[in-house]
Nanobody, 125 residues
Framework: QVQLVESGGGSVQAGGSLRLSCSVSGSVRGSRPNCVAWFRQPPGKEREGVASIGRDGSTAYADAVKGRFTVAKDNAEDTLDLQLDNLKPEDTAMYYC?????????????????WGQGTQVTVSS
């Protein structure tokens, strides 16, 4: 089984920054996920992809966060980090770490095989 444990998050004013981290551990029959990502779910809305990294190191971002969020994977520490800069009130959401057997996993939550428990990000105006 693959386990994902998030840390970070919190409350910040608009324009501020936060950093989320996800510890990735475990495997299934010796195999590790091909794609790891961050998703978010704003209040009353569907879960949406934010940023992802493939096994080859390629990254992808949702249009709403391009230029403001940066995703990075530390292979030595087995962590997936998300730096959130220039935060806006519309970034308020529960943020989830996610992993998938698919090589590309940002497009839909249906591509995800494993989820973390989530961490709250609240941005006030």
């Amino acid at each position: 089984q693959v386990q994902l444990v998030e840390s970070g998050g919190g409350s910040v004013q608009a324009g501020g920054s936060l950093r989320l981290s996800c510890s990735v551990s475990g495997s299934v029959r010796g195999s590790r996920p091909n794609c790891v990502a961050w998703f978010r779910q704003p209040p009353g809305k569907e879960r949406e992809g934010v940023a992802s990294i493939g096994r080859d190191g390629s990254t992808a971002y949702a249009d709403a966060v391009k230029g403001r969020f940066t995703v990075a994977k530390d292979n030595a520490e087995d962590t997936l980090d998300l730096q959130l800069d220039n935060l806006k009130p519309e970034d308020t959401a529960m943020y989830y770490c996610a992993a998938s057997w698919s090589t590309s996993c940002l497009g839909s939550s249906t591509l995800i095989n494993f989820w973390g428990q989530g961490t709250q990000v609240t941005v006030s105006s």
